[in-house]
């Protein structure tokens, strides 16, 4: 899922390119990507794009006459940009076609998770937004008001579009290994220290990966957009050495997601139990590095 440094450079990018511009035509083949009725999607069109912003982990067209085009990308969703002299992709879930080139949305996969509201007005806007702080606005103090809302594991208090905007699993693993911290400790056991150390990891990690999204797209539009990154420390690096102390990388699978972390550098040398491979294992679920490395 596209987090806070890919949707940057997304937004960035897609600013340069349609603000002032005009929408000719807006056309959604996705049966499930459009999720409201009124106004009608064809209201976008002949409207001028007034600029473009990042809300959670949408991202927001703005348009003449108070309207929006939210999309949110999910897991899978991905944004094109096509001169236009440059075909479009075959049926996309989405296409807007300005004046000046096409934006298309398409999505991997058979489950189309995307989603695409159009509003009117900054009211209904403001009813997509989950509540979480921004982590690059924030200051220490406001972080660790909002971690501190509800009693989560780091790692879900991360993740949480009400506690915190714009972080998902790839990033937080990405922070809490430059933190150093469990991603199964408990934000109500954490002091005002650890807090501040998580503030920074969080913005220091975010901020690095804007900087080298921004070097690496240059001028051009984004569409190397993954969640997996040769220059991550751990996230999508299980069994490879931690860049920082050589210990294999370990993970939590659960559900549809994984989380990967340093056991030597966040968690003393324990291993954090799989819950299905641990319940399947029982007793011999090792504890400890040295055990699984026995």
């Known amino acids: 899922m596209p987090e806070i440094p890919d949707l940057t450079v997304y937004v960035e990018q897609l600013e340069r390119r349609i603000r002032g511009v005009p929408l000719e035509r807006v056309q959604v083949s996705g049966i499930n990507l459009l999720r409201t009725a009124e106004p009608a999607l064809e209201s976008l069109e002949g409207r001028e794009a007034l600029g473009v912003s990042r809300l959670g982990k949408r991202i927001v067209m703005a348009f003449e006459g108070g309207l929006h085009a939210a999309l949110h990308l999910m897991i899978a969703g991905r944004l094109h940009w096509k001169e236009p002299d440059q075909p479009v992709a075959r049926r996309p879930l989405a296409a807007f076609r300005f004046t ?12 189309q998770r995307a989603s695409l509201h159009v509003l009117a007005g900054r009211d209904a806007l403001r009813a997509l937004d989950a509540g979480g702080l921004e982590p690059l606005t924030s200051t220490a103090a406001t972080f660790a008001a909002a971690l501190r809302r509800e009693n989560h594991t780091i790692k879900r208090a991360l993740t949480d579009p009400r506690l915190l905007a714009g972080v998902g699993n790839s990033y937080s693993d990405e922070i809490l290994h430059r933190a150093q911290l469990s991603p199964m400790r408990l934000t109500s056991a954490l002091d005002d220290a650890t807090l501040e150390r998580l503030w920074h990891a969080t913005r220091e990690v975010l901020t690095e990966w804007i900087d080298r999204l921004r070097a690496e797209t240059g001028e051009k539009f984004p569409e190397k957009v993954t969640a997996f990154r040769k220059e991550m420390a751990v996230h999508g690096k299980f069994g490879q050495p931690c860049p920082r102390c050589g210990a294999k990388v370990q993970r939590i699978v659960h559900a549809e997601n994984e989380t990967n972390y340093c056991a030597r550098c966040q968690t003393g040398g324990k291993l954090l ?17 040295e055990e699984l490395e026995g």
């Open 100 to 111: 000046n080139g096409t934006l298309t949305l398409t999505e991997a996969g058979t489950r």
């Open 273 to 289: 139990a799989d819950r299905a491979l641990s319940r399947l294992l029982k007793k011999d679920w090792p504890k400890t590095l």
